[in-house]
């Protein structure tokens, strides 16, 4: 238990009111009542710094809409809340790109960005969604086929890390620079290298026309082939394949760009399958989809494959999984998988193996978490994960047990 004094400390570098005792929060199984949280980036580097000093792990969230993803934490006795660093610190309309403080949620700087005649290229699903809470988690949206990975998009990154050193890398403007892109090995780290108190991002023109459209399929084969032929359309902003056990396959497009070539990429999809005019919810709909369990044991899985391999993949996981929600222009599958359905993970495991997919167990009960290593088996890239931690946070202070290798 952390002592009364070390709790003072901690209230006195991080601020007045940044220390809120609250009602039990589990996360995966483990409970949490207290939050602490910086007023400012530099309030955030003290409280790190005594951090270290009085030996306290701490869980790093955001908005909380992926403080379910990673594996059970493990010595952590607070978390650490990034939610009073927020707003838009600067927004350049000339040169469309922003710079955000950690806590800005999404729709707040999306309304922001929109109304200066940009787009905001995150589209990551789960209300109150954070800008530094996406870039940890590396989170995507169904429109990540035409806005990219948030890797993509960052221009730049502040961090706080975990002896309270604050640090950035990149800027507002792209330059050839020599060495590692630190914007990369932060973004999708999970917060277990540093905290991100603010990320400079590259904004999108907003598009002169969009379409939404859908298909129902038979044949998830034919839906897969479709879907990664539609991908390759220059206007194709989100292709997405849903299906639910025993159902039809359904194919939603959003297409997005200048009005003749939207059009010409319009007439074309009807060569590929019988598509009609989709709801205006139909993508939300499917983003919500995204971070739904199938009950309140549920599974759910996310497969990485070559697009050519994703029709085999889902063939082999069509019959046991609850639901199957496929991006065929990344190569992603979600794979969800009720309490009932025995054996989900071996069964991705033994489906993976067969095409060369990894994968990622994105939620689960504690008790499944337990059994294995949410972020699969690579022993290349877990030697690596184990480098870097013992360089950025050798005490273990930041998301202990969360990340890769249950570091």
């Known amino acids: 238990m952390i002592s009364t004094e070390a709790l003072e400390q901690l209230a006195a570098a991080a601020g007045e009111g940044s220390l809120v005792s609250h009602e039990t929060v589990l996360v995966d199984d483990v409970p949490f009542t207290v939050t602490l949280s910086p007023e400012s980036p530099e309030a955030l580097g003290r409280t790190l710094s005594t951090l270290d000093a009085c030996g306290v792990g701490v869980l790093v969230r955001g908005g909380g809409s992926h403080l379910g993803f990673g594996n059970p934490p493990r010595g952590a006795e607070l978390m650490l809340s990034t939610q009073r660093i927020a707003g838009v610190l600067e927004l350049d309309a000339g040169d469309g790109v922003c710079r955000a403080a950690a806590g800005t949620t999404l729709t707040s700087l999306r309304a922001e960005a929109n109304a200066s005649g940009w787009e ?23 429109r990540a086929l035409g806005y990219g990975l948030p890797r993509d998009n960052v221009l730049g990154i502040e961090v706080a890390l975990a002896n309270g050193d604050r640090t950035h890398c990149g800027g507002r403007v792209v330059k050839n620079v020599t060495g590692y892109d630190l914007n990369k090995l932060y973004t999708g780290s999970l917060g277990s290298l540093g905290v991100i108190e603010a990320a400079w991002l590259r904004l999108r023109p907003m598009p002169a026309a969009v379409r939404l459209c859908e298909a129902r399929l038979k044949s998830l084969p034919q839906a897969v082939s479709a879907g ?21 396959v359904r194919l939603v497009v959003e297409l997005a760009g200048d009005e003749p070539t939207v ?8 060569s590929t399958a019988p598509f009609v005019a989709a709801a205006p919810e139909a993508l939300d709909d499917l983003r919500r989809r995204q971070a739904v369990l199938p009950g ?34 990344l190569g992603l599958l979600y794979a969800g998988f009720a309490a009932s359905e025995a054996g989900g993970l071996e069964r991705v495991a033994r489906a993976g193996s067969s095409v060369g997919a990894s994968w990622v167990l994105e939620a689960a009960p504690a008790s499944v978490k337990r059994e294995c290593d949410v972020f699969g088996d690579d022993g290349t890239a877990l030697a690596l994960t184990r480098a870097l931690k013992q360089r950025f946070d050798p005490a273990g202070r930041l998301n202990p047990g969360r990340f890769m290798g249950r570091l």
């Open 120 to 142: 905001l290229p995150l589209d990551a699903p789960g209300a109150g969604a954070t800008v530094g809470g996406v870039l940890a988690a590396a989170a995507i949206g169904p």
């Open 263 to 270: 059009c010409r990429d319009e007439r074309a999809l009807a």
């Open 228 to 248: 990664i032929e539609i991908s390759r359309v220059a206007s194709a902003r989100a292709v997405v394949l849903h299906q639910l056990r025993g159902e039809d």
């Open 296 to 329: 309140d044991a549920g599974t759910r899985f996310r497969l990485a494959a070559l697009p050519s391999r994703l029709g085999p993949l889902a063939n082999s996981l069509v019959d046991h999984a609850s639901e199957l929600l496929i991006q065929p222009g």
